[in-house]
């Protein structure tokens, strides 16, 4: 079962449909017969950091040419908590093969960032070594717990992304237990920093217990602050890849 993505307007809805033409099933590697929880790593002390392996961007056009295995790597000398790897080829200039020398350089939890729109993309992020999958609300809409169920049939964890009060509850009403509040509006690519801790503090009033990530725009250790005691972990991409070093970079913010 596949969401509407035609409807879809914006850059969103530009990479959702380019997505649901290229999605064939074909066979696959046999999936890895255990892999590191997502959900665990982010809940140890303080603001776990997911650090993004990403080569471009549509808000920032080319970001760096960089070897993911060796990024990962710093990464995770860095202090890493776990690391997301983009796989969408055409905008961030990422891929399976990505997600998979990702896989095979380090031991940390991996989570496949990509345009979920067809459920055979979530066997691929499974196969490739991925342990959870980004599931966006604004693409998925009603049909988030159908791939939130699917996903944890597979043995994937699910970062279940929001960006208004009504996704929110979408992600709640679907049983996410793992709920990512993204700054950035992925219709205009507009970054406000306000989002996530106006929606983190309305989801924990919800009466949601479960994992929080903010999302998007972060590259300063002040700008974590707000995040402190709301939320479980953050999620760092471009700050990060445009540092000359990874590892010294994600030291001054986790430090």
């Known amino acids: 079962m596949r969401p509407d993505v035609d409807r879809m307007g914006g850059v969103l809805g530009a990479i959702a449909r380019r997505r649901a033409e290229e999605v064939v099933p ?4 046999p999936f890895p017969e255990t892999l590191p929880s997502f959900r ?5 002390p303080g603001l776990s950091v997911i ?3 990403k080569k471009a961007s549509p808000s920032q056009g080319a970001i760096r040419e960089i070897d993911p295995a060796e990024a990962a790597q710093a990464y995770a000398r860095g202090g890493a908590r776990a690391i997301s790897v983009l796989t969408e080829p055409h905008r961030f200039g990422g ?7 990702v896989r095979q350089a380090v031991d940390l939890p991996l989570l496949r960032k990509d345009f979920v729109v067809d459920p055979f993309m979530l066997e691929e992020a499974r196969a490739y070594g991925a ?6 609300v604004a693409l998925l809409r009603e049909l988030t717990g159908v791939y939130l169920e699917e996903a944890r049939r597979l043995g994937l964890e699910a970062l279940v992304e929001v960006h208004t009060e009504e996704e929110l509850e979408l992600a709640l009403e679907a049983g996410a237990s793992i709920v990512g509040i993204n700054n950035r509006n992925l219709t205009t690519l507009e970054i406000d920093l306000a989002t996530a801790p106006r929606l983190g503090r309305l989801a924990r ?3 949601f217990s479960g994992v929080l990530v903010a999302e998007s725009g972060y590259s300063r250790k002040a700008e974590l602050k707000a995040l402190e005691g709301l939320f479980d972990a953050v999620l760092i991409g471009t700050s990060l890849m445009r540092s000359p070093s990874l590892e010294e970079a994600l030291r001054a913010l986790v430090g």
């Open 26 to 29: 074909r066979p696959l590697p």
């Open 40 to 44: 665990e790593a982010l809940l140890q």
């Open 51 to 53: 650090a993004e392996v």
């Open 95 to 101: 891929s399976l093969e990505d997600l998979l020398r």
């Open 131 to 136: 342990s959870a999958v980004l599931l966006i």
């Open 205 to 207: 009033r919800r009466g």
